[in-house]
């Protein structure tokens, strides 16, 4: 099984600022990476599919990266509404599995 | 625009089998583009695929939980449903049903909290 850690655990920013999360894979996975954001009492959603590719009315502040097994989202300025928990997700050998997740917290 | 809706029981007694099903609008669980999946968050945890079913009846499983599920499908109701028996304490989660677009998990259902308690 593919093991997904993503830090920091937790990451504290002010409005306006830029925010980096970063994703290892315990292997390779090609370009099997998406991110999700998650609200209280929400289910999570989709934000970026296959490392870098935005999903339909995702705003263009959030943009993904890298390759192989070192993934980063990167939000270049903080609204209000960006204060969430984020998880990364890949899929191969038609398996699933998620981050732990970096909870992003308004300093 | 697709809506996914989970419904059945919160609460569950230990060792007995916990049930749920989704109601899909807006697309169609026979579609052949796309499976359909069933995930679940424990309080304070980050998401946990369960497993998913295809067009065509395949089903795939999180390995860790195989041997105590069952995803199955009614396309004349346009449903698809969970079966996970056996169940304890550490299946008290939020589950939700979603679609699997490519490995990417594209719509999901708002989720529901299922207890397992004596």
């Known amino acids: 099984e593919i093991v997904l850690t993503q830090s920091p655990a937790t990451l504290s920013l002010s409005p306006g600022e830029r925010a980096t999360l970063s994703c290892r894979a315990s292997?390779?996975?090609?370009?099997?990476l998406a991110w999700y954001q998650q609200k209280p009492g929400q289910a999570p959603r989709l934000l970026i599919y296959d490392v870098s590719n935005r999903a339909t009315g995702i705003p263009a502040r959030f943009s993904g990266s890298g390759s192989g097994t070192d993934f980063t989202l990167t939000i270049s300025s903080l609204e209000p509404e960006d204060f969430a928990v984020y998880y990364c997700q890949q899929r191969s050998y038609w398996l699933i599995t998620f981050g732990q997740g970096t909870r992003l917290e308004i300093k | 625009q697709v809506q996914l809706q989970e419904s059945g029981p919160g609460l569950v007694k230990p060792s007995e089998t916990l049930s749920l099903t989704c109601t899909v609008s807006g697309d169609s669980v026979s579609s052949g583009s796309f499976h359909w999946s069933w995930l679940r968050q424990p309080p304070g945890k980050g998401p946990e695929w369960i497993g998913y079913?295809?067009?065509?009846?395949?089903?795939n499983y999180n390995p860790s939980l195989k041997s105590r599920v069952l995803i199955s499908a009614d396309t004349s109701k346009n449903q698809f449903s969970l079966r996970l028996n056996s169940v304890t304490a550490a299946d008290t989660a939020v589950y939700y049903c979603?679609?699997?677009?490519?490995?990417?998990?594209?719509?999901w259902g708002q989720g529901t909290l299922v207890t397992v308690s004596s």
């Open positions: 979603a679609r699997v677009n490519y490995g990417v998990l594209d719509f």
């Open positions: 292997q390779s996975i090609n370009s099997y």
């Open positions: 079913i295809s067009y065509n009846g395949i089903t």
